[in-house]
Antibody, heavy 117, light 112 residues
Framework: EVQLLESGGGLVQPGGSLRLSCAAS????????MHWVRQVPGEGPVWVSR????????QYADSARGRFTISRDDAKNTVYLQMNSLRVEDTALYYC??????????WGQGTLVTVSS | QSALTQPASVSGSPGQSITISCTGT?????????VSWYQQHPGKAPKLMIY???DRPSGVSNRFSGSKSGNTASLTISGLQAEDEADYFC????????????FGTGTKVTVL
């Protein structure tokens, strides 16, 4: 069974940092592109970042570029999202998702990030 | 890059059919065969219902079907059941250089 378990969310002040983690299991992790997607309750999801199967290629939404860094450790079956210079508008539920040939087929349960003073 | 446009809400009675639209551009929905649909119950993770415009993952009821015409994709739920009440959103791969996936604004389906 495919499982994606996010952690690391919490309450942080504007300008602060958080590191999200996503532990994957139940599939060949190193074979898959992985993404982070965020969602404000009541709104549609928004794509944040992508990392290819071996970590050599990354992409970011404009809102994340320069502040967020995606990485992966295939030995630990884990993908990370380092978030710096956090803003109030970064407040959302952050999902780790699996990519299978240009479709997102599995989502984790999400980890809540709240940026507030 | 704007989100894909969906109606805010759609409703139907048990047994009826409903259709949810998802409108994008030639850079996303109209340009690729990579449109997906997701079902999300309150407090739950989204579940893939349709991929590749019209394909169903194993285990998804054949009451769910997808199609596309030009820049608009559609999800049809036939034989509407109480458990179909949820939020639904679409997604498409995009050739926008600043994005990889673009998502819909979401549609609340209510079973009357």
């Amino acid at each position: 069974e495919v499982q994606l378990l996010e952690s690391g969310g919490g309450l942080v002040q504007p300008g602060g940092s958080l590191r999200l983690s996503c532990a994957a299991s139940g599939f060949a992790f190193s074979d898959h592109v992985m993404h982070w997607v965020r969602q404000v309750p009541g709104e549609g999801p928004v794509w944040v970042s992508r990392i290819n199967h071996d970590g050599t290629d990354t992409q970011y939404a404009d809102s994340a570029r320069g502040r967020f860094t995606i990485s992966r450790d295939d030995a630990k079956n884990t993908v990370y999202l380092q978030m710096n210079s956090l803003r109030v508008e970064d407040t959302a539920l952050y999902y780790c998702v699996r990519d299978s040939d240009y479709r997102i087929d599995y989502w984790g349960q999400g980890t809540l990030v709240t940026v507030s003073s | 890059q704007s989100a894909l446009t969906q109606p805010a809400s759609v409703s139907g009675s048990p047994g009826q059919s409903i259709t949810i639209s998802c409108t994008g551009t030639s850079s996303d929905v109209g340009g690729f065969h990579y449109v997906s649909w997701y079902q999300q119950h309150p407090g739950k993770a989204p579940k893939l219902m349709i991929y590749g415009v019209s394909d169903r993952p194993s285990g998804v009821s054949n009451r769910f079907s997808g199609s596309k015409s030009g820049n608009t994709a559609s999800l049809t739920i036939s034989g509407l059941q109480a458990e179909d009440e949820a939020d639904y959103f679409c997604s498409s791969y995009t050739r926008d250089s600043t994005l990889v996936f673009v998502f819909g604004t979401g549609t609340k389906v209510t079973v009357l």
